[in-house]
Nanobody, 122 residues
């Protein structure tokens, strides 16, 4: 599976931004797809996922501000980010093919997008 991301850039705090991730070359299983983010010098963290098995999940810090969705016809994953905060600044990655998933976890994806920088200015 190949994942190609688009979107990202810089925005003022309180602004919005939408990321996209197009999947090709394989099958997206029932665990669906996820978004991760990574700040330089820190571990990559799960932000949200959408799966046919468990629906949608968001980490607490983005709940109510971020919305993920997937268009199956276009094989495209989206992350709509509203009311952005400086602490949301990171490189964002889409992912697929986890080793396992549950209602609140999504573990060890096999496939990654190329990453896209999101910078939120205060």
């Amino acid at each position: 599976v190949q994942l190609v991301q688009s979107g990202g850039g810089s925005v003022q705090a309180g602004g919005s931004m939408k990321l996209s991730c197009v999947a090709s070359g394989g099958f997206i299983d029932d665990c669906g797809q996820a978004w991760y983010r990574q700040v330089s010098g820190k571990e990559r963290e799960l932000v949200a996922f959408v799966s046919r098995l468990y629906g949608k999940y968001y980490i607490e810090s983005v709940e109510g501000r971020f919305t993920t969705s997937r268009d199956g016809d276009e094989d495209t994953l989206y992350l709509q980010m509203d009311n952005l905060k400086p602490e949301d600044t990171a490189v964002y990655y889409c992912a697929a093919g986890p080793a396992r998933c549950s209602r609140s976890s999504w573990i060890s994806p096999e496939y990654w997008g190329q990453g896209t920088q999101v910078t939120v200015d205060s």
